[in-house]
Structure formats: C-alpha cells, structure tokens
C-alpha cells in the first residue's frame, strides 16, 4: 500500500472497509503526477490494454479497444436508489437503497482480487471555489485512473484541500473481474452483469461490471449530474448536460450562452465553434456540463466543473470541429475505439478519405471495402481541456460566468424550426421540458428513434423529473422578482431535413448565423415572427451574407407546419402524462395554450 498523505478519518476508514470487501493484491493512493501517468500508461502498454501512438503525432496519447459487450451508457442498468421509491420517479430505474446495497455488497466481495485498488481523490471544478465539490473514486482499472486525471482535477492537491474533515462523494467502482494467480488478464476486463447505482439522500456511487467511461468515470454524468442534480435540488442551484460558450460581437459585445444538447447532437462541435461569420468569436467554457447558481446581482451563473473534453469522435474533423483537432494534436488523450493506422495515428468515420487499411475497434483489419465502420459510432477521444486552444480565460474563474441565454436543441428531422426564442421563462422551461431528439448510440438501444429528452437530461435527472421541471420553474425566483435578469430560453434545430433527406441547413461554423440572430433577439433588434410555438426568426433576419443557401431551403428550415405540430400534441400529451400529479399545472397550461393557438392558425 502506498502511504495516503491524509489523516481524514472517515476517508481511511472507507478505503479499509471496501478493501476488506474486494480484497485487492495492493491499495494505491493517486498523486495526480506526471510520474504516475508514466506508469500506469507503461503497464497499460505492457498489458496490451493501451497501445502507444506515434510520438511526432499524437505525443503522449494512447489508443483503447473496449469489449464489445461494453461501448455506451448502459440506462437499462442505471439506478436511483432514493430511500422512497416515489422520489425517482417514471424516467429512472429504482431499487431500495439498502436491498441495492446488498446486492452489489455481494458482487463487490471479492472482485478486485489479483488487481490494485486505486484511490483517486478529486474535485470538480477549481480547488479555489468557495465549496469545492469533492469525491473519491475507489477504482481497480488503471484505464479510468488515467482518464480521471485528463477529466478532473485529480490527486495529491486535492487530498491536501481536503485536510480532515470535508465533506466528498463516495464513488465505488469495479470492473468485477478478480483475477486467481497465475491467470491471464483480458485486454479489457469487464463484467456481464453491470449496475451503476446512485444513492441520493447519501450522496454516494457504486458502479459495477463496466469500464465504459460513463459508466466508470463517475465524477462525471454520475456525480456532476445524477448526485449533483439532487444537491441543486436542496440547495436552490441548477445542475445541467449543457455546453458553455463566450460569444464576442465584432463591436466586443460578449455575450455567455449554455446550450442543453443530447448526447451526440453537436454539443461539443457548438461549445468550440469557429464562426464563419467574419468579427465573431467563439470561446469555450465547457462542452457537457454546466452548474449554475444565482450571483449577487440576481443573474445565473455558470461553471464547468470538468477539466476535461470525453467527446464522440466520428463525425469530428477540421471542416465540423476545427478546434477540437487542434487540441488533440497536442496529445496527452486516450482514444477509445477508433480506428489505428498503420503508422501509429488514429482514424474514425468523417475525418476525410480513409486510408488504405486500418485497424478496426475490435482489433481486425479494416479496409475501405468493409462493410462495417472502422470506429464505433459511440467512440470517444478523451482530451485536457486546457489543450483547447479558443478556452476563455474565464474558465479558470470559480465563480464562473453570467448566462444570458440557454439554448435547447434536439435531433429532428421535421417539426421543429432551426430557432425559436420561447415568449417567457416558464414557456422556455415548457420547451425544455418537452425537448425531443432521435436517438443516438451514445446509449445502448435502437437509434433513430424519436424520445422525450428534457433539457437533454433524461438520463441523468438524479430525482423525479416532475419535480425537476418544478425546480426549473421555481429558479425564477432567484433572479430577485427581475425576470430580465433570467437567461432568455431558445429552441434549436440545426438537424432538419427536405423531402429528399437532405440537410436543409449547413450547421457547424454557419450555426454562428444562428448565434447572430439570438444575440440580436437579446438586444431587442432582431425581426421574428410569432407563431403558435413561441417567436420563429424570419429568413430575412438570418445574416447569410456569403452562405449559399436556397432562399426556398432556408425558408422551409423557418417553417411552423401546423400539421407536423398537430401530430406533435398527442406524443407530448402522453409524455406529461407519465408524471402524474407530479407535472407543474403550469405546463399543463402551456400545452392547452399551444393547442388553442394551432387550432386559430391558419
């Protein structure tokens, strides 16, 4: 055992219980050193676990193959295990706390036999904030240390800001693949039987059987939104999967805008936009999660608590995410099941001609002939966010930066219009509470399926979710009776298509346009038109200046079709009706407000 360097006596105790429990060859304390990343990326190397990329190429970074039978978010086996089973509510899985407890007590029983236990203390957000939010990942795969110090601010600082006594969330995880002597490790260790519970009222995460990033990585979805979104719930402050971005004028106007995004609907492409718009400027904040609390001057304030990017790969490349290129030519990343080449670089679906052989993520030779993509479409790159090249300074700041509007945006093919500004807050809460979005493999189960994706937060609301939008409706009481102090709420579609699937919209870069016409809306300058569904931008008032697109295309992108919303209605009726009397009465009216004015429309 490595010496722990705390005397924090609830922390030590912990560390003993649950090695008596999993029994674990040794016990390692992280520093968070670069000495320790050698290391443990060696013996991952030796292992076959990582394989090393070319050093002129990707200095520093390793490639990762996952089991197939471990790729995605597995929300099948996602729990909340609130002490009342009414507290989770329809859009969680639940089980009782205590009979979860025993349970994974006796999966957890010997699990990290033959393995080490790797104690990784953290925080998320900056040390200096006034009540740093701290954790600790018990962990036996090396491969989540090593992406927990690319994901958050990790180690021996950490333990210090601790001292003694502070409060952090406890956060167990085992691949559950004990290893007898003298037998062979599999390349990745995971276990069929999978659970990733959360215990809200303890503030506490078991996870077992995945090494999956989302899975495992647990200060991320599963503290800084699932736990975290219960404490914001107590505590009076927001908890959300949303990107940040600073957005400067060319008159130096800035503007900060959070953006509420599924899982691989361009969020990270959107949070390091280069705007083609010429004067404008787009600075990253986060790209996944925000939290946001009410300021002294009665406005919504933002931070990401992450220090790293864990984004979707295929699709990125320098004409959709220039910026995120850059930061992975720095190196210091993982990449997990993407495609190697031949010359020790990695390749995934989008990023240009492929070459002429690679090898693919299950470890099989690749040509441009296969039939099946080189790369998983849920493989990841996993990057330090201080790589990125536009990062705002203000990103460093603990107290984080002033939201002046929240963008909600899905995967729609039809319906929905490329940007509406919602009339009011609770409206705005409305558009996010009924989000929808085609599903993507960023979760295990069928893509392209339309669902329900509030505030893109499905997943990962730590409580009932009629509660949640309740939540919502009451923050705007923090902006001290001033609703202009609120964000402004819109509703993005960059995903639309014409008759023939065509995309009737570029996105990427000329999303700027968009952006314009928000900021615009803020300034109170922009043309809209009002429409059953709230204030649509007319195509004059997109800036296209430069952009060849079909006058028809752009307006068919704008369009409100009444039938299409009609149809509309009856999905979102059923989906309110899954919360009971949990659903705020006031969305309930919003609906009936909504319908009224489809049946007036022309």
Same mark, same amino acid.
């Given at each position: @055992?490595?010496?722990?360097?705390?005397?924090?006596?609830?922390?030590?105790?912990?560390?003993?219980?649950?090695?008596?429990?999993?029994?674990?060859?040794?016990?390692?304390?992280?520093?968070?050193?670069?000495?320790?990343?050698?290391?443990?990326?060696?013996?991952?190397?030796?292992?076959?676990?990582?394989?090393?990329?070319?050093?002129?190429?990707?200095?520093?970074?390793?490639?990762?193959?996952?089991?197939?039978?471990?790729?995605?978010?597995?929300?099948?086996?996602?729990?909340?295990?609130?002490?009342?089973?009414?507290?989770?509510?329809?859009?969680?899985?639940?089980?009782?706390?205590?009979? @979860?407890?025993?349970?994974?007590?006796? %999966?957890?029983?010997?699990?990290?036999?033959?393995?080490?236990?790797?104690?990784?203390?953290?925080?998320?957000?900056?040390?200096?904030?006034?009540?740093?939010?701290?954790?600790?990942?018990?962990?036996?795969?090396?491969?989540?240390?090593?992406?927990?110090?690319?994901?958050?601010?990790?180690?021996?600082?950490?333990?210090?800001?601790?001292?003694?006594?502070?409060?952090?969330?406890?956060?167990?995880? !085992?691949?559950?693949?004990?290893?007898?002597?003298?037998?062979?490790?599999?390349?990745?260790?995971?276990?069929?039987?999978?659970?990733?519970?959360?215990?809200?009222?303890?503030?506490?995460?078991?996870?077992?059987?995945?090494?999956?990033?989302?899975?495992?990585?647990?200060?991320?979805?599963?503290?800084?939104?699932?736990?975290? !979104?219960?404490?914001?719930?107590?505590?009076? /402050?927001?908890?959300?999967?949303?990107?940040?971005?600073?957005?400067?004028?060319?008159?130096?106007?800035?503007?900060?805008?959070?953006?509420?995004?599924?899982?691989?609907?361009?969020?990270?492409?959107?949070? @390091?936009?280069?705007?083609?718009?010429?004067?404008?400027?787009?600075?990253?904040?986060?790209?996944?999660?925000?939290?946001?609390?009410?300021?002294?001057?009665?406005?919504?304030?933002?931070?990401?608590?992450?220090?790293?990017?864990?984004?979707?790969?295929?699709?990125?490349?320098?004409?959709?995410?220039?910026?995120? @290129?850059?930061?992975?030519?720095?190196?210091?990343?993982?990449?997990?099941?993407?495609?190697?080449?031949?010359?020790?670089?990695?390749?995934?679906?989008?990023?240009?001609?492929?070459?002429?052989?690679?090898?693919?993520?299950?470890?099989?030779?690749?040509?441009?002939?296969?039939?099946?993509?080189?790369?998983?479409?849920?493989?990841?790159?996993?990057?330090?966010?201080?790589?990125?090249?536009?990062?705002?300074?203000?990103?460093?700041?603990?107290?984080?930066?002033?939201?002046?509007?929240?963008?909600?945006?899905? $995967?729609?093919?039809?319906?929905?219009?490329?940007?509406?500004?919602? $009339?009011?807050?609770?409206?705005?809460?409305?558009?996010?509470?009924?989000?929808? !979005?085609?599903?993507?493999?960023?979760?295990?189960?069928?893509?392209?399926?339309?669902?329900?994706?509030?505030?893109?937060?499905?997943?990962?609301?730590?409580?009932?979710?009629?509660?949640?939008?309740?939540?919502?409706?009451?923050?705007?009481?923090?902006?001290?009776?001033?609703?202009?102090?609120?964000?402004?709420?819109?509703?993005?579609?960059?995903?639309?298509?014409?008759?023939?699937?065509?995309?009737?919209?570029?996105?990427?870069?000329?999303?700027?346009?968009?952006?314009?016409?928000?900021?615009?809306? %803020?300034?109170?300058?922009?043309?809209?038109?009002?429409?059953?569904?709230?204030?649509?931008?007319?195509?004059?008032?997109?800036?296209?200046?430069? %952009?060849?697109?079909?006058?028809?295309?752009?307006?068919?992108?704008?369009?409100?079709?009444?039938?299409?919303?009609?149809?509309?209605?009856?999905?979102?009726?059923? /989906?309110?009706?899954?919360?009971?009397?949990?659903?705020?009465?006031?969305?309930?009216?919003?609906?009936?407000?909504?319908?009224?004015? %489809?049946?007036?429309?022309?």
């Amino acid at each position: @055992m490595t010496h722990p360097h705390t005397s924090h006596p609830r922390l030590l105790a912990w560390v003993d219980e649950v090695a008596a429990l999993t029994t674990p060859d040794r016990i390692v304390w992280c520093d968070g050193s670069d000495a320790e990343w050698t290391r443990l990326t060696d013996e991952l190397v030796e292992s076959g676990a990582l394989v090393r990329l070319d050093e002129k190429k990707k200095p520093n970074s390793f490639w990762a193959r996952t089991d197939p039978s471990d790729v995605a978010r597995v929300e099948e086996r996602t729990f909340i295990c609130s002490a009342d089973e009414a507290d989770a509510g329809p859009t969680n899985n639940w089980m009782a706390p205590a009979e @979860m407890k025993t349970l994974m007590t006796e %999966l957890y029983r010997g699990s990290m036999k033959g393995r080490t236990m790797y104690v990784v203390p953290f925080c998320m957000g900056p040390l200096d904030a006034e009540n740093p939010m701290f954790g600790v990942e018990l962990t036996d795969s090396p491969y989540v240390v090593a992406s927990m110090r690319i994901m958050t601010r990790m180690g021996a600082e950490v333990l210090s800001a601790m001292g003694d006594d502070a409060d952090y969330v406890p956060c167990l995880h !085992s691949i559950g693949a004990p290893l007898e002597p003298g037998q062979s490790d599999a390349a990745w260790p995971c276990n069929e039987t999978k659970y990733i519970s959360h215990f809200p009222e303890t503030r506490e995460i078991w996870s077992f059987g995945s090494g999956y990033g989302g899975n495992s990585l647990l200060g991320k979805k599963c503290y800084a939104l699932r736990i975290a !979104s219960v404490a914001a719930r107590d505590e009076g /402050w927001l908890a959300e999967h949303m990107l940040i971005m600073k957005l400067t004028s060319p008159e130096g106007v800035v503007r900060y805008i959070a953006g509420a995004f599924p899982s691989a609907c361009g969020k990270t492409n959107l949070a @390091m936009l280069e705007p083609t718009l010429p004067g404008w400027k787009v600075e990253t904040v986060g790209d996944d999660i925000a939290w946001m609390r009410f300021g002294e001057d009665g406005r919504l304030w933002a931070t990401n608590p992450e220090f790293g990017l864990f984004g979707v790969a295929p699709g990125t490349d320098f004409h959709t995410n220039p910026n995120a @290129m850059r930061t992975l030519a720095k190196g210091n990343s993982v990449f997990t099941n993407v495609a190697l080449t031949d010359d020790g670089d990695i390749w995934w679906e989008g990023m240009g001609e492929p070459p002429a052989h690679l090898t693919d993520w299950k470890g099989q030779d690749w040509t441009p002939e296969s039939e099946a993509p080189s790369s998983h479409p849920n493989s990841r790159f996993c990057t330090p966010i201080e790589q990125c090249p536009i990062l705002a300074d203000e990103y460093h700041d603990p107290r984080g930066v002033p939201i002046d509007a929240i963008l909600f945006g899905g $995967r729609r093919k039809t319906t929905i219009p490329l940007v509406t500004e919602a $009339r009011d807050w609770v409206h705005g809460v409305y558009l996010g509470a009924t989000l929808s !979005s085609e599903t993507t493999a960023a979760a295990v189960g069928q893509v392209g399926v339309v669902r329900r994706d509030p505030m893109a937060m499905l997943p990962f609301i730590g409580y009932h979710a009629g509660d949640y939008f309740q939540h919502w409706i009451d923050m705007a009481k923090g902006a001290s009776g001033d609703a202009s102090k609120l964000p402004k709420v819109f509703y993005v579609n960059w995903f639309r298509r014409d008759a023939d699937g065509g995309f009737l919209w570029p996105g990427f870069g000329e999303n700027s346009r968009v952006l314009k016409w928000v900021v615009e809306r %803020l300034d109170g300058k922009a043309d809209a038109v009002e429409t059953a569904i709230g204030h649509v931008a007319t195509p004059a008032a997109i800036d296209v200046t430069g %952009l060849d697109i079909d006058p028809a295309a752009l307006e068919a992108v704008l369009r409100v079709d009444k039938d299409e919303w009609l149809a509309e209605l009856p999905q979102i009726t059923e /989906w309110f009706e899954k919360f009971g009397d949990k659903l705020p009465a006031v969305l309930w009216a919003e609906l009936d407000a909504l319908r009224a004015r %489809l049946a007036d429309a022309r």
